[in-house]
């Protein structure tokens, strides 16, 4: 893999940059791979390089349908944060931040990861009382949240004007998140994506995949894509959003209903925020991104949708508690908003998990997957290899549904 | 934001509406399901790129519920439930 | 006043919540009611009673407080038959009466509803939404009544001030 | 005043109106009616703001919303971010400044950076900064970017709105297509709102001088506004943007200048039956080495500049295009007295009658555009012939270029319909409509004014939303105009040394497109993420189509293939303020009171929010009590002689019907159908997951009425729970459900003082435990009201809850008060009662059902009756049991040491240690009656750990508690039921 640095940098300039490296290769498509992983997201990408690099598996294609790092990876506001409630969740999670914190050098390619902790802007005392509880429960696995005055929350956040003890909702305190940070998310489905490819997985766009194909046993089998046929003993879904579409096609159900997330980021502004807003109380988040831009997120739409939409009411509620806490922003400009789609569980959490089709794995049920993308792919990658679940995503599995015992993360926070 | 047909008031915005999900199997005799098709009736739901049947309740119209078939895609109304004498 | 209207908080009128079938209710309140309106969400006056067909098998029937007492004993909602339901609930709706030239303009500030002449006619009155809230709306002369749950009424008093506000 | 650059006549500028302006601190003046552009061409300013990344010197380009460069910061009151000078309107007294620069817009220390522009290609922080640590970097990289600083402050005077309108016809755009739509359909009696984005009505037309029917086709315009503006069916916008168009047809819109002077700006989300989208199209650029320079601009607004404002940008002036339409500017400019050295156009032939409109005036084929000298300002071009690469220079002060017109797609493109690219136009068009929507005129790619008007009557007539099908009569005769082009998506830039822009905002060149392309980045958004093109201010209005050309062409597939990147709302940025619109301060969420909440706040009570909205008091210090003091006075008070609290906020529910039996056994886990009239029951309801969902009493009124009370919090999902289920398992069911909830409110006097007080108050309801027992209504009067008194209780004391209407509320309180003194009645908030219930041991939503337990965990398995065949969640409990698992349990904590407070949430783990966790306290408090700190907690196997130790596991230190039953006070429940 070429290396990336100040020096090739200097080089190749004066070259006129016309010696850069391909970031990946556009190979044929080959009639059979030993895994094929469909959709080129942030998890179909880091379970494609973590089987390369962790297990030595390289025979392996991800197959996209559009472009590579599209879907929800092009689309999420980049928070990367554990401070989760369940036992079962917060190691995974804190796995993930400490893989995203050494990213940039293990992939050679500038994830531009900016520790910037997040601040939990809190309004009630039944909130407070839960997030006692969530750092108290977080600290047993070292990831750190503290609680902080009011004061305190206006010196990290000076643009918080509202929100004082005459407000319709006045802040009582708040929780510092110091794990928490953001980062590029073009670059880490780049920096994936270059780096598999440098190990021999081969990336194919454009290459949509129409049907799963089992053998008579039932096994899986391999796909069906508008190429042709791809076989494969292995394959894994990594489709937030269309995974039932997928799998339905091997007549496998699961439990999950597809919904639109939506975000918006206003004009681009000299710094003003340095840290990650979450107000989950009045239901909005931010970050300001390096470009200067606020990256604004809020709640979900609650109807079942695969139309990448913006519901007015959904934004101009997420608006609303911005400006609540923020006056000074009502002047400021909206520059562009944009949705996603993601399959949500009953209970929310993910599945992570072989299915009941041998060889048919699943990675979906991701409210918030852009921070499990590290962890997300090592562990998926771990049950691809080994064929047994990786101690960190066991609680995730499929079977939890059979006897209805769910992780309830409901509520985390509005910064999914 | 939707524009609903409700039944009894007519086309309604969204906001006056409360999502009740997509239509799945009815509620089964417990009594007289496996629990697999028990977890089955409480977990699956369909969800289709496309024409799907779902719930809603008219909460901040005239109180009831109905069903209608939308496209999952295109966001489009398909059906509407018809109306009220 | 950025709009010329006169807004009031009404104080209670007496409020019966109705349900049943069209033909049982009918029949149980022919003696005090002579009809009933049939066109969903509309309403029809009688003297200055008004009778509102707000749902399914659901009506509201809207007098002056002072006629509480008579209409209680003359609808009997503790003893009338099961399959009709009479709950009085005269203190569960705070009345706003919005009048003026701009009364249209500040209902259309407050509720996504259709107020175009060929949507919401003189007898419409049915429930949708004001300020978010489940509300009650009817005209009213030239302008617009509408009530909200009792309790969201100083929340809505503030929300009209924001609206009219300098 | 005297402006440098303004033409002695002419324009849509009012000259008696002249107005002073500063920009960068000193001062100038233009007219009413300028924008901020034009008024600083007139006053020949031209170095307006620095580029994102090289600082290079930038000037206007454009004349309205596609302008891609001239960012500036408004000052003081207007301060808003960034403003492109081409949009804003001059004021009196406006304030400007550059952005992006420093010391100075013309000297800017910051372009050092184009010295060194050759290590910092596209992309370059994906390869560098990596090296000790990003945070190294990163504050540099964050103050260099972000162009203009943040408004400090909420606008100083008046408010925003939005407002909901619902019509037959939006019209968007009145241009010629746009004001002819608008004209037939209002003609037909329909409802109409026509928006436009201008200041005038017009579009194109304000600055192109056309005939419609022998006379200037302003004369048209402005009789079309005048016929409109008496009819009272069409609501008529300008100053006004629609940047969204939401699905079914919904469309948003802002409006800037509102009649009623204190709304700042105004929302309007328009419901419209049919959509007409005449946005009109917007001129690109061509791409040539220094096509950034001040002085270079689009042609199409130096003729606006010329008409429309009467600016003269330039003296000396060559045109560089590829397409027709610069030629019929040719005549107004000369009028404005602007010498034209040479067209220079990149096509080999052009027709003759275009050539005609050159009036003599140098045309020069086949030829190029290959170089622009002058730093901040053009000097003279390079021009290169196609044909033997000879060079020629051409001394000039401006550099007007077209590289033809993109029609205004957006729109269409976002209610989901699609485009197409069109080799005629050499740009896309809409395509397939997916909503009841159409394009007219130059946005659906149809560009000269009859063919325009002919479109639009075609594409309208027999169009009905209304009564009346749309129809046209009478002539509508044109000034002859043709249009033709031949695409230049990039030229041979080999060895080139000078930046070709292709987003002169965003500083992306011809070498950076190169660069993604070389790197692999080939689907075009890797090429717009990769080089961040068209991803600025003006979202690459004028540049985006060129890229895309350029990877067409570099790939050598067709534009369709390469396809678009998504067109996203908003159309042009809109201020936040005026989409929230005035939901704000107090109204910013619903809040609810009771009618004792102005009583609660007179005597001190320590008001918050509490579920669903409600305000209510969580304690009433007297003096400078603590928290505890004033809590453990209140509990005090219950348990020794007798308190009050305002329960208004339960959820209260009459339900009537045959069926309403069966219903509630349904629901609840327990039988209820059971009960006699005036008896009622303690009852759990579930999911039919088998979770709890709410808890809450029911009583029996008579055989087929009946009442039920709910959480405060949880009321309105469970009204949705009873009529889900009534609509769809059991639509046989006679079931009539009344929401009652503000029908009654309720005042619980609770205490073993609490008869006495009954008494003290007068009823005629006799309220001896005899004759009134535990869970028991009776219908009366107390202090002559009429009233309906429930014996439960929520402390464990004796209680009576008395209900009233709301009317009546405050007087019943007052009464208590009063009568209660003698016995030192206090207000009770919910912090007392939550104690109270903690050492009752009673379940609290949201502390012990904490959305994953059942019944049997909190040990009230007894509620689930065994009987009923089936209710509400009794499956699935049975099923999730079935395996055994271990389940965590609800259990009492008393700490060993009885000062201990433990922090509720508190996790538990084994012997305190580092692990996982075995359960958590879901609620600790000082126990007045105890005099200590009692506690429940969620424990797993807890049921079987009384007696045991567990250890709460703080950060740095572990409490260790006694497991106990979880009930601490009146352990058989004696007391309520005396």
Request: glycine share 8%.
């Given at each position: 893999m070429q290396n990336y640095s100040f020096l090739s940098l200097a080089r190749n300039a004066l070259t006129g940059h016309k010696n850069w490296q391909k970031a990946w290769r556009s190979p044929p498509l080959k009639e059979k791979y030993e895994v094929v992983i469909i959709g080129a997201g942030g998890h179909g990408l880091a379970t494609a390089y973590y089987l390369a690099k962790e297990f030595g598996i390289t025979d392996v294609a991800v197959l996209e349908r559009g472009w590579l790092g599209g879907g929800n990876v092009a689309r999420n506001t980049v928070t990367v944060r554990s401070n989760y409630l369940r036992d079962q969740s917060i190691p995974f999670y804190v796995k993930s931040v400490s893989l995203?914190?050494?990213l940039t050098k293990n992939l050679n390619f500038n994830m531009m990861h900016s520790k910037r902790t997040m601040v939990d802007v809190v309004h009630?005392?039944?909130?407070?009382?839960?997030?006692?509880?969530?750092q108290l429960t977080m600290d047993i696995y070292n990831s750190t949240y503290e609680k902080i005055s009011v004061d305190r929350v206006r010196q990290l956040i000076p643009a918080l004007t509202g929100g004082g003890a005459e407000s319709r909702l006045p802040i009582i305190g708040g929780m510092v998140h110091k794990d928490a940070g953001v980062n590029r998310h073009d670059a880490v489905a780049w920096g994936y994506a270059r780096a598999a490819d440098a190990l021999g997985v081969e990336m194919h766009q454009r290459t949509a995949v129409t049907s799963l194909l089992r053998a008579n046993n039932g096994d899986i089998h391999g796909v069906e894509t508008v190429k042709g046929p791809v076989k494969a003993k292995k394959v894994v879904v990594a489709v937030s959003g269309h995974t039932t579409t997928i799998t339905e096609t091997a007549s496998l159900r699961l439990p999950l209903r597809t919904m639109n997330l939506t975000a918006f980021v206003s004009e681009p502004i000299k710094p003003i925020v340095d840290v990650i807003v979450n107000c989950s109380d009045l239901g909005f988040y931010f970050s300001q991104s390096d470009k200067g831009e606020l990256v604004i997120g809020g709640a979900p739409d609650s109807a079942q949708s695969f139309r990448r939409d913006i519901k007015q009411h959904v934004f101009e509620d997420t608006v609303g508690a911005m400006l609540e806490l923020f006056p000074s922003f009502k002047n400021l400009k909206l520059l562009r908003q944009w949705g996603g789609h993601l399959d949500i569980t009953p209970d929310a959490s993910p599945i992570m998990d072989e299915t009941n089709v041998?060889?048919?794995?699943?990675?979906?049920?991701?409210?918030?997957?852009?921070?499990?993308?590290p962890a997300g792919g090592l562990t998926m990658a771990h049950h691809v290899a080994t064929n047994s679940p990786h101690p960190l995503m066991e609680a995730f599995s499929y079977n939890r549904f059979k006897n209805l015992d769910y992780i309830l993360e409901t509520g985390t926070t509005t910064a999914r | 934001m939707l524009l609903i047909h409700c039944p009894f008031c007519k086309n309604r915005n969204e906001t006056e509406f409360v999502y009740g999900g997509p239509v799945g199997a009815n509620r089964p005799d417990p009594n007289l399901v496996s629990d697999e098709e028990w977890v089955d009736y409480l977990t699956m739901v369909p969800n289709p790129m496309g024409p799907v049947y779902e719930r809603w309740w008219h909460a901040r119209g005239c109180d009831q519920w109905f069903i209608i078939c939308r496209d999952t895609v295109t966001h489009e109304i398909l059906e509407n439930p018809s109306e009220e004498p | 006043m950025t709009y010329n209207v006169k807004i009031q908080r009404k104080l209670l009128n007496a409020l019966f919540d109705i349900k049943g079938s069209i033909r049982d209710v009918k029949s149980y309140l022919k003696e005090c009611v002579k009809s009933l309106p049939v066109k969903p969400s509309s309403y029809i006056t009688q003297g200055n009673w008004k009778i509102l067909y707000v749902g399914p098998n659901h009506w509201i029937l809207l007098a002056p407080i002072d006629q509480e007492q008579q209409l209680v004993s003359s609808l009997r909602p503790h003893d009338c038959p099961a399959s009709i339901s009479i709950v009085l609930i005269s203190d569960t709706l705070t009345f706003f009466h919005i009048d003026g030239p701009d009364a249209f303009d500040i209902i259309s500030i407050a509720s996504p509803i259709n107020l175009n002449a060929d949507a919401f006619t003189p007898e419409t009155a049915t429930f949708s939404e004001i300020f978010g809230l489940k509300a009650l709306i009817f005209r009213h002369g030239d302008g617009f009544q509408f009530a909200v749950d009792q309790s969201f009424g100083d929340m809505v008093s503030n929300y009209l001030d924001l609206t009219l506000a300098n | 005043m005297k402006n440098l650059n303004r033409l002695e006549s002419g324009g849509r500028i009012d000259r008696s109106k002249s107005l002073s302006f500063s920009f960068n601190g000193k001062l100038y003046y233009g007219f009413e009616g300028d924008t901020l552009a034009s008024a600083m061409l007139a006053n020949g300013l031209h170095v307006i703001a620095r580029s994102f990344k090289y600082h290079r010197p930038r000037g206007i380009i454009g004349s309205g919303v596609e302008d891609p460069a001239s960012l500036i910061e408004l000052l003081e009151e207007e301060a808003s971010g960034n403003n492109l000078c081409t949009n804003v309107k001059l004021k009196e007294g406006l304030k400007a400044k550059s952005i992006n620069c420093w010391p100075s817009v013309d000297f800017d220390v910051g372009a050092v950076v184009q010295y060194f522009a050759k290590f910092v290609p596209a992309g370059f922080y994906y390869k560098t900064f990596k090296w000790p640590t990003w945070h190294l970097f990163e504050p540099f990289i964050r103050r260099a970017a972000g162009l203009a600083s943040a408004p400090k402050e909420p606008p100083k005077k008046g408010h925003f709105e939005s407002r909901n309108a619902h019509t037959d016809f939006l019209i968007i755009g009145a241009g010629p297509a746009g004001l002819l739509a608008t004209l037939m359909a209002a003609r037909s009696g329909a409802k109409v709102f026509l928006v436009d984005q201008n200041t005038e009505a017009g579009g194109s037309l304000l600055s192109l001088k056309l005939n419609i029917n022998q006379k200037p086709a302003m004369a048209w315009v402005e009789s079309a506004v005048k016929?409109?503006?008496?009819?009272?069916?069409?609501?008529?916008?300008?100053?006004?943007?629609?940047?969204a168009y939401r699905e079914h047809n919904l469309v948003i819109i802002n409006e800037r200048e509102v009649e009623n002077v204190s709304i700042i700006e105004r929302s309007w989300r328009v419901r419209a039956k049919n959509i007409i989208i005449a946005t009109g199209a917007i001129e690109r650029s061509l791409v040539f080495p220094n096509n950034d320079r001040p002085g270079v601009m689009l042609a199409s607004a130096v003729l606006t500049f010329v008409n429309r404002y009467s600016v003269k940008p330039g003296d000396n002036m060559v045109l560089f295009t590829n397409n027709d339409s610069v030629y019929s500017y040719i005549k107004d400019l000369k009028t404005a007295g602007i010498n034209i050295l040479a067209i220079v156009d990149s096509r080999k032939h052009i027709a003759s009658a275009v050539l005609a409109e050159a009036q003599n005036v140098r045309v020069v084929l086949n030829s190029i555009i290959r170089n622009v000298n002058g730093y901040k300002k053009v000097n003279s071009v390079v021009v290169q012939s196609l044909v033997d690469k000879e060079l020629e220079t051409i001394p000039c002060d401006l550099l007007a270029h077209s590289g033809g017109w993109n029609p205004v797609v957006h729109l269409h493109s976002q209610s989901r319909g699609t485009i197409k690219f069109n080799d005629r136009i050499a740009s896309f068009v809409p395509d397939q409509?997916?909503?009841?929507?159409?394009?007219?005129g130059a946005c659906n790619g149809t560009f000269t004014l009859n063919e325009i008007f002919n479109e639009t009557k075609s594409l309208l007539c027999g169009v009905s939303a209304h009564s009346k099908p749309l129809v046209y009569e009478g002539k509508l005769e044109c000034s002859k105009q043709s249009y033709s082009i031949e695409a230049l998506w990039s030229i041979d830039l080999s060895k080139e040394k000078n930046k070709a822009f292709f987003d002169i905002q965003n500083d992306v060149t011809h070498d950076d497109i190169q660069l993604a392309l070389t790197e692999g980045y080939s689907n075009i958004e890797h090429v717009k993420r990769y080089t961040t093109g068209g991803m600025g201010f003006d979202q690459g209005k004028t540049g985006n189509v060129n890229i895309i050309g350029m990877v067409a062409k570099e790939q050598g597939i067709d534009l369709d293939d390469v396809g678009t990147t998504t067109f996203r709302s908003p159309f042009i940025p809109v201020s936040f303020g005026s989409i929230n619109g005035v939901r704000e301060g107090s109204v910013v969420l619903p809040f609810r009171h009771t009618p004792i909440t102005k009583w609660n706040l007179e005597n001190g009570a320590f008001m918050y929010e509490a579920g669903a909205r409600w305000r209510r008091p969580g304690y009433f210090p007297i003096g400078g009590e603590s928290f505890q003091q004033a809590v453990n006075r209140e509990c005090h008070a219950v348990r020794t002689g007798v308190g009050v609290y305002d329960g208004s906020p339960l959820g209260k529910f009459e339900l009537k019907g045959e069926n309403v039996g069966e219903f509630l056994d349904l629901i609840y886990t327990n039988i209820i159908s059971s009960l006699e009239p005036g008896n009622g029951r303690y009852g759990l309801m579930l999911t039919d997951d088998g979770l709890i969902f709410d808890d809450g009493?029911?009583?029996?009124?008579?055989?087929?009425?009946?009442?039920?009370?709910?959480?405060?919090g949880h009321s309105d999902a469970v009204y949705q729970h009873m009529l889900k289920i009534l609509a769809f398992d059991h639509p046989e069911w006679d079931v009539k459900i009344t929401n009652i909830t503000n029908q009654w409110n309720n005042a619980t006097i609770c205490g073993p003082l609490a008869r006495k007080l009954l008494k003290k108050l007068e009823t005629d309801i006799a309220y001896d435990n005899g004759s009134f027992p535990f869970m028991t209504f009776r219908e009366g009067?107390?202090?002559?009201?009429?009233?309906?008194?429930?014996?439960?209780?929520?402390?464990?004391e004796l209680s009576f809850e008395i209900n009233v209407s709301p009317r009546n509320m405050l007087v019943l309180w007052e009464r208590i008060i009063e009568e209660g003194t003698e016995f030192g009645i206090l207000p009770v908030g919910s912090e007392a009662s939550h104690v109270l219930r903690v050492e009752k041991g009673f379940l609290s939503l949201g502390h012990e059902v904490d959305g994953t337990v059942d019944p049997y965990d909190l040990g009230m398995d007894w509620l689930m009756s065994k009987k009923k065949l089936d209710y509400i969640g009794k499956r699935s409990v049975h099923l999730r049991r079935s395996l055994g698992k271990v389940r965590k349990e609800l259990v009492g904590l008393l700490p060993n040491n009885p000062n201990d407070a433990i922090p509720e949430g508190a996790p538990i783990t084994p012997d305190g240690k580092k692990v996982a966790t075995e359960g958590f306290t879901t609620a600790c408090v000082w126990s007045v009656v105890n005099e200590r700190w009692v506690g429940l907690a969620l424990l797993e196997n807890g049921h079987n750990r009384h007696g045991e130790e567990a250890c709460v596991r703080m950060k740095d230190e572990i409490i260790r508690a006694k497991i106990t039953k979880p009930v601490f006070h009146d352990s058989d429940g004696k007391l309520l039921r005396s």
């Amino acid at each position: 893999m070429q290396n990336y640095s100040f020096l090739s940098l200097a080089r190749n300039a004066l070259t006129g940059h016309k010696n850069w490296q391909k970031a990946w290769r556009s190979p044929p498509l080959k009639e059979k791979y030993e895994v094929v992983i469909i959709g080129a997201g942030g998890h179909g990408l880091a379970t494609a390089y973590y089987l390369a690099k962790e297990f030595g598996i390289t025979d392996v294609a991800v197959l996209e349908r559009g472009w590579l790092g599209g879907g929800n990876v092009a689309r999420n506001t980049v928070t990367v944060r554990s401070n989760y409630l369940r036992d079962q969740s917060i190691p995974f999670y804190v796995k993930s931040v400490s893989l995203y914190e050494g990213l940039t050098k293990n992939l050679n390619f500038n994830m531009m990861h900016s520790k910037r902790t997040m601040v939990d802007v809190v309004h009630n005392y039944p909130k407070m009382r839960d997030l006692r509880r969530r750092q108290l429960t977080m600290d047993i696995y070292n990831s750190t949240y503290e609680k902080i005055s009011v004061d305190r929350v206006r010196q990290l956040i000076p643009a918080l004007t509202g929100g004082g003890a005459e407000s319709r909702l006045p802040i009582i305190g708040g929780m510092v998140h110091k794990d928490a940070g953001v980062n590029r998310h073009d670059a880490v489905a780049w920096g994936y994506a270059r780096a598999a490819d440098a190990l021999g997985v081969e990336m194919h766009q454009r290459t949509a995949v129409t049907s799963l194909l089992r053998a008579n046993n039932g096994d899986i089998h391999g796909v069906e894509t508008v190429k042709g046929p791809v076989k494969a003993k292995k394959v894994v879904v990594a489709v937030s959003g269309h995974t039932t579409t997928i799998t339905e096609t091997a007549s496998l159900r699961l439990p999950l209903r597809t919904m639109n997330l939506t975000a918006f980021v206003s004009e681009p502004i000299k710094p003003i925020v340095d840290v990650i807003v979450n107000c989950s109380d009045l239901g909005f988040y931010f970050s300001q991104s390096d470009k200067g831009e606020l990256v604004i997120g809020g709640a979900p739409d609650s109807a079942q949708s695969f139309r990448r939409d913006i519901k007015q009411h959904v934004f101009e509620d997420t608006v609303g508690a911005m400006l609540e806490l923020f006056p000074s922003f009502k002047n400021l400009k909206l520059l562009r908003q944009w949705g996603g789609h993601l399959d949500i569980t009953p209970d929310a959490s993910p599945i992570m998990d072989e299915t009941n089709v041998p060889g048919l794995f699943v990675t979906a049920g991701w409210w918030g997957g852009y921070k499990a993308i590290p962890a997300g792919g090592l562990t998926m990658a771990h049950h691809v290899a080994t064929n047994s679940p990786h101690p960190l995503m066991e609680a995730f599995s499929y079977n939890r549904f059979k006897n209805l015992d769910y992780i309830l993360e409901t509520g985390t926070t509005t910064a999914r | 934001m939707l524009l609903i047909h409700c039944p009894f008031c007519k086309n309604r915005n969204e906001t006056e509406f409360v999502y009740g999900g997509p239509v799945g199997a009815n509620r089964p005799d417990p009594n007289l399901v496996s629990d697999e098709e028990w977890v089955d009736y409480l977990t699956m739901v369909p969800n289709p790129m496309g024409p799907v049947y779902e719930r809603w309740w008219h909460a901040r119209g005239c109180d009831q519920w109905f069903i209608i078939c939308r496209d999952t895609v295109t966001h489009e109304i398909l059906e509407n439930p018809s109306e009220e004498p | 006043m950025t709009y010329n209207v006169k807004i009031q908080r009404k104080l209670l009128n007496a409020l019966f919540d109705i349900k049943g079938s069209i033909r049982d209710v009918k029949s149980y309140l022919k003696e005090c009611v002579k009809s009933l309106p049939v066109k969903p969400s509309s309403y029809i006056t009688q003297g200055n009673w008004k009778i509102l067909y707000v749902g399914p098998n659901h009506w509201i029937l809207l007098a002056p407080i002072d006629q509480e007492q008579q209409l209680v004993s003359s609808l009997r909602p503790h003893d009338c038959p099961a399959s009709i339901s009479i709950v009085l609930i005269s203190d569960t709706l705070t009345f706003f009466h919005i009048d003026g030239p701009d009364a249209f303009d500040i209902i259309s500030i407050a509720s996504p509803i259709n107020l175009n002449a060929d949507a919401f006619t003189p007898e419409t009155a049915t429930f949708s939404e004001i300020f978010g809230l489940k509300a009650l709306i009817f005209r009213h002369g030239d302008g617009f009544q509408f009530a909200v749950d009792q309790s969201f009424g100083d929340m809505v008093s503030n929300y009209l001030d924001l609206t009219l506000a300098n | 005043m005297k402006n440098l650059n303004r033409l002695e006549s002419g324009g849509r500028i009012d000259r008696s109106k002249s107005l002073s302006f500063s920009f960068n601190g000193k001062l100038y003046y233009g007219f009413e009616g300028d924008t901020l552009a034009s008024a600083m061409l007139a006053n020949g300013l031209h170095v307006i703001a620095r580029s994102f990344k090289y600082h290079r010197p930038r000037g206007i380009i454009g004349s309205g919303v596609e302008d891609p460069a001239s960012l500036i910061e408004l000052l003081e009151e207007e301060a808003s971010g960034n403003n492109l000078c081409t949009n804003v309107k001059l004021k009196e007294g406006l304030k400007a400044k550059s952005i992006n620069c420093w010391p100075s817009v013309d000297f800017d220390v910051g372009a050092v950076v184009q010295y060194f522009a050759k290590f910092v290609p596209a992309g370059f922080y994906y390869k560098t900064f990596k090296w000790p640590t990003w945070h190294l970097f990163e504050p540099f990289i964050r103050r260099a970017a972000g162009l203009a600083s943040a408004p400090k402050e909420p606008p100083k005077k008046g408010h925003f709105e939005s407002r909901n309108a619902h019509t037959d016809f939006l019209i968007i755009g009145a241009g010629p297509a746009g004001l002819l739509a608008t004209l037939m359909a209002a003609r037909s009696g329909a409802k109409v709102f026509l928006v436009d984005q201008n200041t005038e009505a017009g579009g194109s037309l304000l600055s192109l001088k056309l005939n419609i029917n022998q006379k200037p086709a302003m004369a048209w315009v402005e009789s079309a506004v005048k016929e409109i503006a008496n009819m009272s069916n069409v609501t008529h916008l300008q100053d006004s943007t629609a940047w969204a168009y939401r699905e079914h047809n919904l469309v948003i819109i802002n409006e800037r200048e509102v009649e009623n002077v204190s709304i700042i700006e105004r929302s309007w989300r328009v419901r419209a039956k049919n959509i007409i989208i005449a946005t009109g199209a917007i001129e690109r650029s061509l791409v040539f080495p220094n096509n950034d320079r001040p002085g270079v601009m689009l042609a199409s607004a130096v003729l606006t500049f010329v008409n429309r404002y009467s600016v003269k940008p330039g003296d000396n002036m060559v045109l560089f295009t590829n397409n027709d339409s610069v030629y019929s500017y040719i005549k107004d400019l000369k009028t404005a007295g602007i010498n034209i050295l040479a067209i220079v156009d990149s096509r080999k032939h052009i027709a003759s009658a275009v050539l005609a409109e050159a009036q003599n005036v140098r045309v020069v084929l086949n030829s190029i555009i290959r170089n622009v000298n002058g730093y901040k300002k053009v000097n003279s071009v390079v021009v290169q012939s196609l044909v033997d690469k000879e060079l020629e220079t051409i001394p000039c002060d401006l550099l007007a270029h077209s590289g033809g017109w993109n029609p205004v797609v957006h729109l269409h493109s976002q209610s989901r319909g699609t485009i197409k690219f069109n080799d005629r136009i050499a740009s896309f068009v809409p395509d397939q409509f997916i909503q009841n929507s159409i394009s007219i005129g130059a946005c659906n790619g149809t560009f000269t004014l009859n063919e325009i008007f002919n479109e639009t009557k075609s594409l309208l007539c027999g169009v009905s939303a209304h009564s009346k099908p749309l129809v046209y009569e009478g002539k509508l005769e044109c000034s002859k105009q043709s249009y033709s082009i031949e695409a230049l998506w990039s030229i041979d830039l080999s060895k080139e040394k000078n930046k070709a822009f292709f987003d002169i905002q965003n500083d992306v060149t011809h070498d950076d497109i190169q660069l993604a392309l070389t790197e692999g980045y080939s689907n075009i958004e890797h090429v717009k993420r990769y080089t961040t093109g068209g991803m600025g201010f003006d979202q690459g209005k004028t540049g985006n189509v060129n890229i895309i050309g350029m990877v067409a062409k570099e790939q050598g597939i067709d534009l369709d293939d390469v396809g678009t990147t998504t067109f996203r709302s908003p159309f042009i940025p809109v201020s936040f303020g005026s989409i929230n619109g005035v939901r704000e301060g107090s109204v910013v969420l619903p809040f609810r009171h009771t009618p004792i909440t102005k009583w609660n706040l007179e005597n001190g009570a320590f008001m918050y929010e509490a579920g669903a909205r409600w305000r209510r008091p969580g304690y009433f210090p007297i003096g400078g009590e603590s928290f505890q003091q004033a809590v453990n006075r209140e509990c005090h008070a219950v348990r020794t002689g007798v308190g009050v609290y305002d329960g208004s906020p339960l959820g209260k529910f009459e339900l009537k019907g045959e069926n309403v039996g069966e219903f509630l056994d349904l629901i609840y886990t327990n039988i209820i159908s059971s009960l006699e009239p005036g008896n009622g029951r303690y009852g759990l309801m579930l999911t039919d997951d088998g979770l709890i969902f709410d808890d809450g009493v029911a009583f029996r009124i008579d055989k087929h009425r009946w009442f039920i009370s709910t959480s405060s919090g949880h009321s309105d999902a469970v009204y949705q729970h009873m009529l889900k289920i009534l609509a769809f398992d059991h639509p046989e069911w006679d079931v009539k459900i009344t929401n009652i909830t503000n029908q009654w409110n309720n005042a619980t006097i609770c205490g073993p003082l609490a008869r006495k007080l009954l008494k003290k108050l007068e009823t005629d309801i006799a309220y001896d435990n005899g004759s009134f027992p535990f869970m028991t209504f009776r219908e009366g009067h107390i202090a002559d009201i009429p009233a309906r008194i429930i014996r439960v209780s929520f402390t464990g004391e004796l209680s009576f809850e008395i209900n009233v209407s709301p009317r009546n509320m405050l007087v019943l309180w007052e009464r208590i008060i009063e009568e209660g003194t003698e016995f030192g009645i206090l207000p009770v908030g919910s912090e007392a009662s939550h104690v109270l219930r903690v050492e009752k041991g009673f379940l609290s939503l949201g502390h012990e059902v904490d959305g994953t337990v059942d019944p049997y965990d909190l040990g009230m398995d007894w509620l689930m009756s065994k009987k009923k065949l089936d209710y509400i969640g009794k499956r699935s409990v049975h099923l999730r049991r079935s395996l055994g698992k271990v389940r965590k349990e609800l259990v009492g904590l008393l700490p060993n040491n009885p000062n201990d407070a433990i922090p509720e949430g508190a996790p538990i783990t084994p012997d305190g240690k580092k692990v996982a966790t075995e359960g958590f306290t879901t609620a600790c408090v000082w126990s007045v009656v105890n005099e200590r700190w009692v506690g429940l907690a969620l424990l797993e196997n807890g049921h079987n750990r009384h007696g045991e130790e567990a250890c709460v596991r703080m950060k740095d230190e572990i409490i260790r508690a006694k497991i106990t039953k979880p009930v601490f006070h009146d352990s058989d429940g004696k007391l309520l039921r005396s």
